[in-house]
C-alpha cells in the first residue's frame, strides 16, 4: 500500500485502491481534464473543417495529429500546469482552454472554446467518460458475474432444495433454477445498459447558438453540433438551456441502480443459504474468519458487495433526481454532483469484483439439502391438495390444511393419507412416488432456458 492509499479518506483511494485503479483513467481530476482537452481539440479540428468559416484555414494532417497528441498523450505534469493555471483563474474549464491555448501556435488559438460556454465542453466529457467507463470496464465485469452464474446455475439445475415463502418451508426447487432467475433478470438490464444512448448538447451559453450566428450566420450551426455530437459517440440533444438537461444520464444511473438491486438480492439470497448450510464456502489458507472463533468463514465478499451497492444506489439515486433540476438556465448544482458519478461506479464495480470472488469459493451441500427436505414432508400438501381438485374434490384445500397445518408430517402420514384416497390409480401412484426431493416441476428446465 502508498502512502496515498494509508492516508486517502475515500476507502475506494485507500483500502480498496488497488483493485480500483482502473477507474482511475475515466473518473480522476486528470482523466476529466484529459476528457475535456479532447473535447476542445476535437471541436478546432471540426472547425476548421467548416468551408464557410474562411478565416480558419484547414488543419494538416500533421497538426491535426500533433494535436490529438496533447489528450492522447496526457501526462500528469501536463495535468499539473492545468492546476497552476485553475489557481489563477478559479476555472476549471477555462484552465484547460488556456492549457490548450499555449500549445497551439498564435494564430490557432482564438480558436479554442470558440463561441463556446463550459457546459458544452463539460457534458460531453461528463457522458463521455461515463460511457467508456461503462463500457470498458463496468460492463464485462457484469458480464463475467452473469457468465458465473449461470455455469453455476447449469451445473446444479438438478441439485433439488427446498423453498422458503415468507421464512417458512414451501415447494421445493433446485439451487440451479433458482440462480437462472438472477441470470434472466441481469439479462434484461444488460441489454437496455448496451441499448442506451447517451445525449449532448453543443449550442452555446443558452442553447441558442446566439455567438455561432452572430460570427458566421451562413453555417448550418445545428447540423455542425449534430455531426460533431455523433462523432464523438454521443447523441445529439438539440433543444437544452445552457445544460443539457441530463435525462439520458439519470436514466443510465438507473440501469446501474436496478443491476445493484437485483445483485443485492442474489447476496442475501446466498448468504441466506450460507447459513442455512446448504452452499459451503471453500477454505482459503491464512485467512480469518473472526479475531476471537477459530472454525467461521464468514460470507464476507457477499456481505462486503451488499454494502457497497447500497453506497452506489445512495448516490445514483441522488444524481438522477437532482440532475435533472437545474434553476433557469444552470445553475452550479450539477458541476458539485457529477464529479461524484465515478465513485459511484467504483462502489458498484467493487461489489461485482467481491460477488466474483464469492460464486468462485461456493459449493453445494447436497447432503446436506437433502436432510433439509426430508424434514419437510408437509411440502407435498399442494401437490395432493391440487390432485384432489383434479378429482373433483370442493374440500381438497381443506383437507390438506387440516392434516399438514402447524404439524410435524413425515413420509408415513403423507403415504397413508394418499393411499385412502378415491382418486385414480395412476393418480395415486403419481403421488406416493412423490418425494420432496423430486417434487421440482420444470426446475432443471427453466435452467436451460437462460
Known sequence: MSNHQINSISPLDGRYGNSLGELS?????????????????????????????????????????NLRKLYKNFTDLDAKKIKSIERKTKHDVKSVEYFLQSNLPKKHQPWVHFALTSEDVNNLSYSLMWKEAIIDVYL?????????????????????????????????????????????????????????????KFGGATGTWSAH????????????????????????????????????????????????SILTDLCRDMWSYISRNILIQRKVKGEVGSSTMPHKINPIQFENA????????????????????????????????????????????????????????????????????????????????????????????????????GKKIDQDTISAFVSKLSISIKDKEALLSLTPE?????????????
Open 306 to 405: 451488499e454494502g457497497n451497492m447500497g453506497l452506489s444506489n445512495s448516490i445514483l439515486f441522488h444524481l438522477s433526481t437532482k440532475l435533472p433540476i437545474s434553476r433557469m438556465q444552470r445553475d452550479l448544482t450539477d458541476s458539485t454532483t457529477l464529479r461524484n458519478q465515478g465513485v459511484a461506479l467504483g462502489h458498484s464495480y467493487l461489489a461485482l469484483i467481491n460477488i466474483i470472488n464469492g460464486l468462485n469459493r461456493v459449493v453445494v451441500d447436497k447432503i446436506k439439502s437433502k436432510s433439509e427436505l426430508n424434514e419437510h414432508w408437509e411440502v407435498l400438501a399442494e401437490a395432493v391438495q391440487t390432485v384432489l381438485r383434479k378429482s373433483g374434490k370442493s374440500d381438497a384445500y381443506e383437507q390438506l390444511k387440516l392434516l399438514t397445518r
Open 25 to 65: 483513467s475515466y473518473f480522476s481530476e486528470k482523466a476529466l481534464m484529459r476528457y475535456r482537452l479532447l473535447i476542445e481539440v476535437e471541436y478546432i479540428i471540426m472547425l476548421s473543417k467548416e468551408k464557410k468559416i474562411k478565416e480558419f484555414s484547414p488543419l494538416s494532417k500533421n497538426q491535426k495529429y
Open 213 to 260: 450566428v452572430t460570427a458566421y450566420p451562413s453555417v448550418n450551426w445545428i447540423k455542425f453540433a449534430t455531426k460533431f455530437i455523433k462523432t464523438i459517440g454521443l447523441s445529439p440533444n438539440l433543444t437544452t438551456t445552457q445544460i443539457e438537461p441530463h435525462d439520458s444520464i439519470s436514466e443510465s444511473y438507473h440501469q446501474i441502480i436496478r443491476v445493484n
Open 438 to 450: 423430486s417434487y421440482i416441476g420444470l426446475a432443471p428446465k427453466l435452467v436451460e432456458m437462460i
Open 140 to 200: 464485462p465485469s457484469l458480464l463475467l458475474v452473469q457468465k458465473n452464474i449461470k455455469s453455476l446455475a447449469k451445473k446444479n439445475k438438478n441439485i433439488s432444495m427446498l423453498s422458503l415463502t415468507h421464512g417458512q418451508p414451501a415447494t421445493p426447487t433446485t439451487f440451479g433454477k433458482e440462480l437462472a432467475v438472477f441470470s434472466a433478470r441481469l439479462n434484461r438490464q444488460v441489454d437496455q445498459i448496451k441499448a442506451h444512448k447517451l445525449l449532448g
